[in-house]
T-cell receptor
């Protein structure tokens, strides 16, 4: 596809359940980022992949959050034992290698934990 | 830790006016600064990317400037139109590691252009 694709666009889950959010980056982009955006706030960094490996996961809030990118393309953000405070928009971005490159974002997944 | 602040938080102006949105950052050791637009319920659209070695970038009616030494960037919008109404976010990418590989965002300026 032409841009970053995220699925699902909306996800409602019950407290305590497990969820997976998917990100399909722009073809050829080796860098992939996950962010979380709460209402009225700017996006907050969660994790960064360069290729298949998580180069920086310092933004993950706790060990209930985990992300993978097994083949260096599609990434999945996994949240265990969801809590109401996890409700937010989860954004994925991709870019070419290098910190001087432009980041392109997907439309986000709106997660609601009830 | 890098902090990014955007002023004003909200702005409403009549159509046709030129306007300036401000962004400041506490740590000048940045690789680049990027301006985004976000429409309600949508993701982020990249507007302009300024490398640390550059002073400004232009795209159509938009012009972004960067002054690393003072920790400031501005986004200038010329001849504003109702379609420019959105939230504008600036984000800085840090020079060093230790949690700096991602962008650090401000909270955004919510812009309304009145027809």
């Amino acid at each position: 596809g032409a841009g970053v694709s995220q699925t699902p666009s909306n996800k409602v889950t019950e407290k305590g359940k497990y969820v997976e959010l998917r990100c399909d980056p722009i073809s050829g982009h080796t860098a992939l980022y996950w962010y979380r955006q709460s209402l009225g706030q700017g996006p907050e960094f969660l994790i960064y992949f360069q290729g298949t490996g998580a180069a920086d996961d310092s933004g993950l809030p706790n060990d209930r959050f985990f992300a993978v990118r097994p083949e260096g393309s599609v990434s999945t953000l996994k949240i265990q034992r969801t809590e109401r405070g996890d409700s937010a928009v989860y954004l994925c971005a991709s870019s070419r290698a290098g910190r001087d490159t432009e980041a392109f974002f997907g439309q986000g997944t709106r997660l609601t934990v009830v | 830790k890098q902090e990014v602040t955007q002023i004003p938080a909200a702005l409403s102006v009549p159509e046709g006016e030129n306007l300036v949105l401000n962004c400041s950052f506490t740590d000048s050791a940045i690789y680049n600064l990027q301006w985004f637009r976000q429409d309600p319920g949508k993701g982020l659209t990249s507007l302009l990317l300024i490398q640390s070695s550059q002073r400004e970038q232009t795209s159509g009616r938009l012009n972004a400037s960067l002054d690393k030494s003072s920790g400031r960037s501005t986004l200038y919008i010329a001849a504003s139109q109702p379609g420019d109404s959105a939230t504008y976010l600036c984000a800085a990418r840090m020079y060093s590691g230790g949690g700096a590989d991602g962008l650090t965002f401000g909270k955004g300026t919510h812009l309304i252009i009145q027809p």
